[in-house]
């Protein structure tokens, strides 16, 4: 449905990412982040289906180019430790926000395990965003705390995984609750990385299918036409 397409960093600088349109005038933009495994088809399959849902989607290619292969768990986490986040969500990240408020109204950013992360850095550091999801991934407190968070927040994170802890959660919701932030925080008996339909080890279709449903009511809450 989509395709690669070059736009600007707030530098001057071209990227490049995958872009699916909606069809619509003046659809909802949302830009949507990789996991640690690089801009692969799981991520342009999700961008497809948003375009399906009604909204321009926008992915980034955080890696320029360099796609891991999932057996490759070595080559994918020194793929996610040479990357500067701060500098992605700075310039790669609000670039593809920028590129779809050229056309739309509202942008919201999501994002996956390493995309996670970058979304709540996003939520806390880009203005051109209306609301944000956050899928099984955040950076250090120290990096995004909850308090800086500029725009509606939504989460969805597995109880088990070794990164995104029940405990680093629940620290993160009570954050929220005590900066009085628009936030929900969805918990699933699944996997980390159980929205990916490509790795059957970890995908949870049920739990993946309430997340998809949970997260299109907040985009349409948020992102919807006025």
Request: one cysteine or more; a neutral charge.
């Amino acid at each position: 449905m989509g395709g690669r397409i070059t736009f600007k960093r707030p530098d001057g600088k071209d990227t490049e990412g995958y872009f699916a349109r909606a069809g619509g005038a003046r659809a909802p933009g949302v830009v949507v982040i990789q996991e640690w495994w690089g801009l692969q088809s799981q991520i342009t399959g999700i961008c497809d289906r948003l375009a399906m849902a009604g909204y321009d989607a926008l992915a980034p290619d955080l890696y320029a180019g360099t796609v891991v292969p999932y057996h490759d768990r070595e080559a994918a986490s020194r793929e996610m430790s040479s990357l500067d986040f701060l500098d992605a969500t700075d310039q790669i990240v609000r670039g593809a926000a920028r590129h779809l408020r050229k056309t739309a109204a509202k942008v919201g950013l999501t994002g996956f395990c390493l995309g996670g992360a970058v979304a709540m850095l996003g939520a806390c550091r880009i203005a051109e965003l209306d609301a944000a999801v956050v899928f099984y991934g955040l950076p250090p407190a120290s990096a995004a705390k909850p308090a800086d968070v500029r725009v509606p927040l939504q989460g969805h994170f597995a109880n088990t995984d070794d990164w995104c802890t029940p405990a680093v959660i629940d620290a993160l919701e009570a954050g929220l609750k005590a900066a009085g932030k628009n936030a929900e925080i969805f918990r699933y008996d699944a996997a980390h990385a159980f929205m990916n339909e490509q790795r059957q080890e970890v995908h949870d279709r049920l739990a993946a299918e309430l997340a998809w449903s949970r997260m299109l009511a907040f985009w349409k809450t948020h992102l919807a036409q006025t």
